[in-house]
């Protein structure tokens, strides 16, 4: 059975289903914060949150070093972020 599209965007405009997508987007955030300082790295990991055009709600982690997440020929590869949504 299909979910009807107002289904949908009630959903998605849900206080507990917004806040359970913010308290995991946290949770993942939190852990690769703790692999970056853990290695020696100085990015700073940040959450943006809101809602895509169709409606569907949506938390970011965002790290401000790509060059400490994907490697660069100075700076090691940590892929913080990766590794915090692959363990959580």
């Known amino acids: 059975m299909a979910m009807s599209r107002e289904t949908f965007d009630q959903l998605n405009r849900n206080k507990l289903v917004r806040g359970k997508v913010r308290e995991v987007a946290a949770r ?3 852990r690769a914060q703790q692999i970056t300082d853990n290695e ?3 990015a700073v ?3 943006k949150s809101g809602t895509r ?3 569907r ?3 970011n ?3 401000s070093s790509a060059d400490e997440e994907f490697g660069t020929s100075t700076k090691a590869r940590r ?3 990766g590794r915090a949504a692959r363990k959580g």
């Open 28 to 30: 993942k955030a939190a």
């Open 40 to 42: 020696g790295g100085s």
């Open 45 to 47: 990991i940040s959450i």
């Open 53 to 55: 055009p169709k409606g």
């Open 57 to 59: 709600a949506f938390a």
């Open 61 to 63: 982690i965002q790290s």
């Open 79 to 81: 892929r913080a972020l």
